[in-house]
């Protein structure tokens, strides 16, 4: 099992963070917090490092990964055009759950980018990830701490659990608050496109730069020279986030799992409604905010798979900008294809 480190999320213990620091430096794997999810952090001017994040979770090589960064001035280094909007998006989110793509610079390996010409940049705000990075003074790539597809972790134990001795080290710090990944948003296009909702909607976005695409939609990039179809941005793939359980998401959700109740399977339910009860059923009652109902997902989902369910019935939440996000990764979580 890898090293655990339990550290204060408000007040990181600067002799902690410094041991987690030089494992990273010397190329180490880090199961780090954020604010949305718990991260696989590398060296991401490291390519050795990085492939060992790919190697850990069982990721495809097409699939780029998001750089964390200390401040805006790091950011800049990484990319070989910084638009004027990426500043001001940057002074109003930053440190946040916003990942901006901007087209790369050189010192970017290959590896982190999929050899793509872009690469996908934030700072985050949670206290110990924000002091692991300027403790370490190296940009850190880092994508959810999961094997590749999985429910991604939203604490520490998630993280040991699904990845064990494939990491060095692992920093406890609590459970994480935001629940679910960074929008993403490319300012590679006109207007800029929406690629991965998030827990920083389209309309804060569009009050800072103006109209955006919000289709999520990008469509994959042949890499130069390499005969890869790349993705255009991590938390593309068709099936992710996904339980062990088979998901539905559904308006008819009583009836579907009194069905499934009724042949005898083990099932679980995602329902907004208390009073919603059926004997032998798994049943975990979910925020009817979007951002409580995000923060709450993942670790449903973990509980879910926990006890054993063979089937995930989930109440269909509202169709609205506040819930892109929940709805983006219910769907990816529910696809059948991988």
Not at 101 to 121: F, H, N, Q
Not at 192 to 200: A, D, E, I, S
């Amino acid at each position: 099992m890898p090293r655990v480190l339990v550290i204060d999320p408000e007040r990181p213990d600067p002799s902690l963070v410094r041991e987690a620091a030089a494992c990273l430096r010397a190329g180490g794997l880090v199961g780090m917090p954020t604010e949305t999810v718990y991260g696989l952090a590398a060296h991401a001017l490291d390519p050795r490092a990085v492939e060992r994040i790919f190697t850990a979770k069982g990721r495809p090589s097409t699939n780029p990964l998001i750089v964390h960064v200390a401040d805006v001035d790091e950011a800049r280094r990484l990319a070989s055009d910084w638009p004027d909007t990426a500043s001001l998006l940057a002074a109003r989110f930053w440190p946040g759950p916003l990942t901006l793509v901007v087209p790369r610079a050189a010192s970017v390996p290959d590896v982190v980018t999929a050899s793509g010409p872009t690469v996908a940049l934030r700072v985050p705000a949670h206290p110990v990830a924000l002091a692991l990075l300027r403790a370490a003074r190296i940009p850190l790539a880092a994508p959810s701490a999961n094997p590749s597809m999985a429910v991604s972790p939203t604490t520490a134990q998630h993280v040991i659990d699904g990845l064990g001795d494939r990491v060095d080290l692992v920093i406890d710090a609590g459970p994480t608050s935001g629940g679910i990944e960074s929008t993403v948003l490319h300012l590679g296009t006109h207007p800029p496109r929406l690629l991965r909702p998030g827990l920083v909607s389209p309309a804060e976005l569009e009050s800072i730069i103006g109209p955006i695409a919000r289709d999520s939609s990008a469509e994959p990039i042949e890499a130069a020279g390499a005969g890869a179809v790349i993705a255009a941005s991590p938390g593309m793939m068709q099936r992710h986030y996904a339980p062990r359980a088979r998901l539905v998401v559904t308006p008819d959700d009583v009836r579907r799992v009194a069905e499934l109740a009724r042949t005898g399977a083990r099932v679980g339910w995602l329902s907004f409604d208390e009073a919603n009860r059926i004997a032998g059923v798994v049943t975990v009652r979910m925020p009817r905010d979007a951002a409580g109902y995000a923060a709450r997902l993942y670790a449903a989902l973990h509980e879910l798979d926990a006890a054993g369910v063979e089937h995930v019935i989930a109440a269909e939440p509202p169709d609205d900008d506040a819930w892109l996000g929940v709805r983006d990764r219910l769907r990816r979580a529910s696809a059948t294809s991988r």
